[in-house]
């Protein structure tokens, strides 16, 4: 089995501290990902549509490279990269941003042979490379001998001009390390291992990233003073180049199993990463930054800070700051539903954005009660008496459910309304349906007069 942990953090940093992050809602990556098999080490595009990770499934010996696509909140079956994989170890994918390139390691046949202390031969896991030429994977070849070596070169990742990775020797994955090499002309030089803080002796250290400003380092130990096996943690990069003391990101990422592999999905304020709890196989997980009254940062600027449950093994206990993609919005005080044709009207007009309590669906399903329909109309009637008026309707649930599955509803009950005012006359074309499940909500609790409230419909001009 591989011990193998990269992690990938994608754009901008969160400004957050983590412990002053509201509620996170943790379950299993939705689709057809997981399996009982291992799922590991998930790297995105840009555009957090597309998904590569590496797996042992279909009764193989062997790990595989597999791709998956994100459709309605969902991720498709893997398909495997035939064009990548070897009849051997194939693992830890770093695509790029633009799907344009990758670098994995695998211990196929090319990969650097030796002898083992008993005499038998072993072979290293290398570093291969691979570009997408017109949409298809042309054949990996191997990084330059000054990465690859007898020993296990694993987790590759790239920051502007300097490549990391882990290495550690043959079978020995308790003394792994994580290594830079800088790139000067398009030319890989003699790398160098990380010095202390980030590699410290008689522990194992894996799987570095970069923030994106390249203000700091992420990467797994399994140090002490953690919360577990392997933990996350992070160290902000000096001026002069030097690490600062790395910090455990805290009891909502961490547990008393493995975590590894963390990175950013901005379009849905979520962000994937493995977790292998005591004695079952790693697997893929997506936690939900749920809105609340927290106030976002700034340029580091301290927030409020919100306590969290103490740990059985404590780690350190000051405040972390972990990287933040999206902006989490200062609560609104909900404010009764517009019910008039005037007051629609002059809602739409003056904030462009209107907000429904009042648009109801059946229990679980995206079919409209005939209460709506009053309401609606004058919706509708607001848009046939301004015809050049386009808007964006946007569905929202509350946080009961499965996260995923209420992104599917919302949408579809967002439908629902755009062909409802169709059949008032509407056109097709001036109207946009979206959803956004239970990410959003007005009060991050569960009860009942706030599942009331974060149930809702949003009606917005746009240009």
Request: charged content about 30%.
């Given at each position: 089995m591989?011990?193998?942990?990269y992690l990938?953090f994608c754009?901008?940093?969160?400004t ?7 509620e996170v809602?943790v379950?299993p990556i939705?689709?057809n ?7 590991f080490?998930?790297?995105?595009t840009a555009?957090?549509?597309?998904m590569y990770?590496?797996?042992k ?7 595989d ?8 909140g969902k ?17 830890s994918?770093?695509?790029s941003?633009?799907?344009k390139?990758?670098v994995?390691?695998s211990?196929r046949d ?5 002898r ?7 072979v290293s896991r290398d570093l291969?490379?691979?570009?997408n ?6 054949k990996a070849?191997?990084?330059s001998d000054k990465?690859?070596?007898e020993?296990m070169?694993e987790?590759?990742f790239l920051h502007?001009?300097d490549f ?10 308790s003394e792994a390390k994580?290594?830079r090499a ?8 003699e790398p160098?291992?990380?010095p202390?803080p ?7 250290n894996?799987a570095?990233?970069?923030s994106?400003d ?7 130990s399994?140090?002490?003073g953690?919360y577990?096996?392997y ?6 990069i000096?001026?002069?180049g ?5 910090e455990?990101?805290?009891?909502e990422?961490?547990t ?6 963390m990175?950013?999905d901005k379009a849905n304020n979520?962000?994937y990463?493995c977790?292998?709890?005591?004695n079952e196989n790693?697997?893929?997980y997506?936690?939900?930054?749920l ?5 976002v940062a700034i ?7 919100k306590?969290?449950?103490e740990a ?10 972990i990287?933040?993609v999206v ?13 008039t044709?005037?007051?629609i009207t002059?809602?739409?007009?003056d904030?462009?954005k209107?907000?429904?309590n009042s648009?109801h669906?059946?229990?679980n ?7 709506s329909f009053?309401?609606l109309?004058q919706i509708a ?5 301004n015809p050049?008026s386009k808007?964006?309707?946007?569905g929202?649930t509350?946080?009961?459910g499965?996260t995923a599955?209420n992104?599917i509803?919302s949408l579809?009950?967002?439908e629902?309304?755009?062909?409802y005012l169709?059949?008032?006359g ?7 349906a ?8 007005i ?9 009331r ?6 009606f917005?001009?746009?240009d």
């Amino acid at each position: 089995m591989s011990y193998t942990f990269y992690l990938f953090f994608c754009f901008i940093l969160f400004t957050t501290r983590l412990f002053s992050i509201p509620e996170v809602k943790v379950i299993p990556i939705p689709g057809n990902i997981n399996t009982d098999m291992q799922e590991f080490a998930p790297s995105l595009t840009a555009d957090g549509k597309t998904m590569y990770f590496y797996s042992k499934r279909n009764n193989s010996k062997y790990t595989d490279l597999y791709k998956s696509t994100l459709v309605n909140g969902k991720w498709t079956n893997p398909v495997e990269l035939r064009a990548l994989n070897s009849p051997y170890d194939d693992q830890s994918p770093f695509v790029s941003d633009d799907e344009k390139f990758i670098v994995f390691s695998s211990n196929r046949d090319g990969s650097i042979e030796f002898r083992l202390a008993n005499g038998k031969l072993g072979v290293s896991r290398d570093l291969y490379y691979a570009e997408n030429i017109g949409g298809k994977w042309a054949k990996a070849s191997s990084l330059s001998d000054k990465i690859n070596t007898e020993e296990m070169e694993e987790n590759p990742f790239l920051h502007e001009s300097d490549f990391y990775f882990t290495r550690y020797p043959f079978g020995n994955p308790s003394e792994a390390k994580i290594w830079r090499a800088k790139i000067i002309g398009n030319q890989l030089q003699e790398p160098e291992e990380l010095p202390s803080p980030i590699n410290l002796e008689g522990t194992s250290n894996i799987a570095a990233v970069i923030s994106k400003d390249g203000k700091y380092i992420y990467f797994a130990s399994n140090r002490p003073g953690g919360y577990g096996g392997y933990d996350i943690y992070r160290s902000k990069i000096g001026k002069d180049g030097s690490f600062a003391e790395p910090e455990n990101l805290g009891a909502e990422i961490n547990t008393q199993g493995d975590e590894a592999y963390m990175i950013i999905d901005k379009a849905n304020n979520a962000f994937y990463f493995c977790r292998k709890n005591i004695n079952e196989n790693y697997d893929i997980y997506t936690a939900l930054i749920l809105k609340d009254d927290t106030e976002v940062a700034i340029n580091e600027k301290p927030i409020r800070d919100k306590p969290i449950e103490e740990a059985k093994v404590n780690p350190p206990q000051k405040d972390i700051e972990i990287p933040n993609v999206v902006e989490l919005p200062k609560k609104d005080t909900p404010k009764k539903d517009v019910v008039t044709k005037d007051e629609i009207t002059q809602t739409l007009k003056d904030k462009k954005k209107l907000t429904l309590n009042s648009v109801h669906f059946d229990t679980n399903s995206s079919e409209l009660l005939s209460d709506s329909f009053p309401i609606l109309n004058q919706i509708a009637d607001f848009l046939k008496d301004n015809p050049d008026s386009k808007i964006k309707i946007t569905g929202h649930t509350d946080l009961t459910g499965d996260t995923a599955l209420n992104k599917i509803l919302s949408l579809e009950r967002a439908e629902s309304v755009r062909a409802y005012l169709h059949s008032k006359g509407v056109d097709r074309k001036r109207m946009i349906a979206d959803g956004k499940g239970s990410t959003q909500p007005i009060i991050n609790n569960l009860e009942p007069e706030s599942n009331r409230l974060n149930r809702r419909t949003e009606f917005q001009i746009v240009d």
